[in-house]
């Protein structure tokens, strides 16, 4: 199975109204839950392409719970909890239908304490078992454990675990340094860690030929619209999504991660798997709910797209 990890999940909530007018009451025509956390949405877009998969997440109090519910019921995703005395967070987002405006509000991440992140690592080494590959996602709740990624990638190497690292800040620097076989920052987290602009494509190359240089196998550079760059043992693509009608694009990178994963699973050509993981970052940004296409949404938007190779 392909195993994700999300350290700091939530309850990602969505209040759907006309217009926000701040300062009264407000009533939402509906409401909509799943449970967030970039692992997660890996998870999903990992099921929906038919594999197996597991979603490991730190989590706490009544919040927790109903994450845990949520993955296993909803999703019908196994879930391996790792239990906190504080609770799991919830992320509120305001659909102004109107306008068609998010207003996402966040809930700080809760305190883990040394003995939870023993816990988590206890729970990961188990799950090296049965896992063909690890993806290490997003932000990490507490920043007394922004090693935590870099602690969880030694693991994996011990038992010859391929790792997808996708994170931010400290985290993933610290990840970064404990070499994962794959990364997939966004244009902005790469800036933040090289500490550089990346202003123009030629830039980014270079950028992704500095992580080649810090031991990563395969680099995954996403653009948001304008896809990705790939680039693994001197093959270089640049891989560009066809133009669709974009319904919500929160959680596309995390698609693509899952389409990324697949493809290496299933040992693709790096051509079959970067287009593979556009399509799936491109058909999420077609459904409201995060995850929630189909193996033949995704078919039908690889179908349109654009690869050129450098």
């Given amino acids: 199975m392909i195993l994700s990890v999300t350290p700091n999940p939530c309850v990602d909530k969505t209040l759907f109204v006309d217009r926000m007018k701040p300062g009264h009451k407000t009533v ?4 909509s839950a799943v449970p967030g956390g970039k692992g997660n949405n890996v998870a999903r877009a990992v099921k929906a392409l038919g594999h197996k998969s597991a979603a490991m997440v730190l989590v706490g109090g009544h919040t927790g719970r109903h994450v845990v519910d949520m993955i296993e019921n909803d999703d019908g995703v196994r879930c391996l909890p790792v239990w906190l005395d504080g ?18 509000l966040f809930e ?30 997003g932000t990490i709740p507490d920043p007394a454990i922004d090693d935590v990624y870099a602690q969880l990638i030694a693991v994996a190497h011990e038992r010859s675990v391929p ?9 993933f ?19 933040e860690i090289l500490g550089f602009p990346l202003e123009n494509e030629d830039a980014q190359w270079n950028a992704i030929e500095e992580f080649h240089s810090r031991g990563v196998e395969l680099v995954i550079m996403s653009l948001g619209k304008d896809g ?12 560009r999504p066809p133009v669709i009608e974009e319904i919500n694009a929160v959680g596309s990178g995390d698609a693509l991660v899952g389409g990324f994963a697949v493809g290496l699973i299933e040992g693709r050509s790096l051509e079959e798997m970067a287009i593979l993981g556009v399509a799936c970052g491109t058909a999420n940004a077609q459904c409201w709910d995060i995850g ?10 690889a179908q349109r797209v654009q690869l ?3």
């Fill in 87 to 104: 609770y799991t967070r919830t992320i509120t987002t305001v659909l102004e239908t109107e306008l068609h405006r998010q207003t996402p």
């Fill in 108 to 137: 700080p991440g809760p305190k883990v304490s040394p003995g939870e992140v023993d816990a988590l690592r206890a729970a990961f080494a188990a799950a090296m078992d049965e896992a063909q590959l690890v993806t290490l996602n």
């Fill in 163 to 171: 790792v997808l690292l996708d994170a931010h800040g400290p985290g």
């Fill in 292 to 301: 929630h296409f189909s193996a033949a949404d995704v078919e039908t938007v």
């Fill in 228 to 239: 990705a760059l790939v680039s693994r043992a001197g093959e270089r693509l640049a891989v």
């Fill in 308 to 310: 050129r190779r450098l």
């Fill in 173 to 191: 620097a610290k990840g970064l340094a404990a070499k994962p076989m794959a990364i997939k920052p966004n244009q902005h987290e790469a800036e």
């Fill in 28 to 31: 939402a025509a509906r409401w």
